[in-house]
């Protein structure tokens, strides 16, 4: 076909731009194009001519900052707890201001950063109480430029300080909460999942929307933990059952198995001495096989308040075995709530729905995909059995009527009552209707 007639047909473009919604380049548009036509030659257009159809767009699309505004309107109309605020001459304060502001007044406990001077001043000044550290990983390649500049790689206490880099990097953060985190690899892992949506190339419009759909991905894998985190129970592996069964009801699924191998270690922690205080006790324990390395436990009488001189549930909100040695010891099976931080529970979600109002997209989901399952089971049980099919339907019939009556402004219960909690309500048959050739009193019409 000579190139005067090559055109894309408005079915080829209406497919092209789903398929670059989704992230999909042109190059990769025009080979499923010619599968689907069964060869190159039978795909009446090239890809620059698609690269042209994509840039006649852009120019019919209106000035790119006024496409962006549109867009976001829209999402604002889907989703009305989207934030968003456009200014022309925006800095870091602007920024960590509006961030202050899309969370509700809440500030950051801990920041971690690079070293910008910009970015420190702006956090002084917006979040002056928040603990900020920069990156273990930038102060080490620091130390290396340090070290190669004044030539003092072979001195002895150069080595024997760069041996103990773990300990001085973490020195930095110790008491203050900034859950295990020394370098900024969190933002940078985040920078690469980005990056598989966006490109250098896009727009700012072609920027948003694919920045949207990788926020799509990452609260549909978020929804998939939270279900998974709600439906089902992890194996038992450590001998300390009871306390490890009370992390699994409490913790997240991914902090649970951060606290297993804590559960496990404290297996090898011993209490070598304890002293009575009166209102506290004060135990002193060390790993088996390394005398001469202590550590303090204090904690109350009652054993409700637990702390450690290593700090750890300080810095990362979770009881560490120097602590659970000390549980042990006092026979406690479960973890204390003192120990427990409400940010790694299981209602975290749900406790920052009812302080901030805003139901997230991967709350709702997940409490729908919980009941879908659970009521799945149900069925599944009571269809083999009347009594049992009757017990359930009352009991959802029931439910459906009180929460209509809550939507409708009606808080009170059905007249009927609840089912009594020390057994089942009366079976009852449905409600008979009037039906054709079915009269009012089940007698036949003449």
């Not at 159809?53 to 989207?82: F, H, T």
């Not at 998974?228 to 069964?245: F, G």
């Amino acid at each position: 076909m000579l190139p005067g007639h090559w055109r894309m047909s408005e079915a080829d473009i209406e497919q092209m731009n789903d398929m670059r919604k989704g992230g999909i380049g042109v190059s990769q548009i025009h080979d499923f194009m010619a599968s689907l036509a069964v060869g190159y030659h039978n795909v009446p257009y090239t890809t620059r001519e698609m690269h042209n159809v994509n840039a006649k767009q852009r120019r019919e699309g209106g000035l790119d900052a006024e496409s962006c505004l549109r867009y976001l309107r829209e999402c604002k109309i889907n989703d009305p707890a989207l934030y968003y605020k456009e200014v022309v001459d925006e800095t870091y304060v602007w920024l960590l201001q509006q961030l202050q502001i899309s969370m509700k007044g809440k500030a950051p406990v801990s920041i971690i950063t690079d070293d910008d001077r910009q970015m420190k001043s702006a956090i002084e000044q917006v979040f002056p109480e928040a603990h900020h550290r920069l990156c273990a990983w930038y102060i080490l390649r620091k130390w290396f430029e340090m070290v190669e500049k004044f030539g003092i790689a072979d001195k002895r206490w150069v080595q024997d300080m760069y041996e103990r880099r773990h300990s001085w990097a973490t020195a930095h953060i110790r008491e203050k909460f900034f859950a295990e985190f020394r370098t900024t690899s969190r933002c940078e892992g985040l920078h690469a999942v980005i990056s598989r949506y966006v490109k250098s190339r896009y727009s700012y419009t072609e920027f948003l929307r694919h920045f949207h759909r990788c926020l799509m991905f990452v609260r549909a894998k978020e929804v998939e933990a939270d279900f998974e985190c709600a439906k089902s129970d992890p194996v038992m592996t450590i001998n300390l059952k009871q306390l490890e069964r009370s992390a699994a009801e409490n913790y997240t699924r991914a902090i649970f198995y951060l606290f297993v191998p804590i559960l496990d270690r404290a297996c090898a922690i011993r209490v070598v001495d304890s002293e009575d205080n009166g209102s506290y006790f004060i135990y002193t324990v060390s790993r088996y096989g390394t005398p001469g390395k202590d550590w303090r436990v204090v904690a109350t009488s009652d054993t409700r308040e637990v702390r450690c001189t290593c700090m750890r549930m300080e810095c990362f909100g979770v009881p560490y075995e120097h602590i659970i040695a000390v549980l042990v010891l006092n026979n406690v099976h479960e973890i204390l709530r003192s120990l427990i931080l409400p940010r790694w529970t299981k209602d975290a979600k749900l406790v920052a729905v009812q302080s901030m109002g805003v139901i997230w997209d991967s709350v709702q989901l997940t409490q729908h995909w919980c009941l879908m399952d659970w009521y799945r089971k149900v069925c599944k049980i009571a269809c083999h059995s009347t009594e049992k099919f009757q017990f359930a339907r009352d009991i959802t019939m029931l439910m459906l009527k009180h929460f209509k009556n809550e939507d409708a402004g009606d808080t009170s219960f059905p007249p009927e009552g609840p089912p009594t909690e020390g057994g089942r309500g009366p079976a009852r048959n449905p409600p008979r209707r009037n039906t054709k050739g079915n009269g009012a009193h089940g007698g036949k019409k003449t």
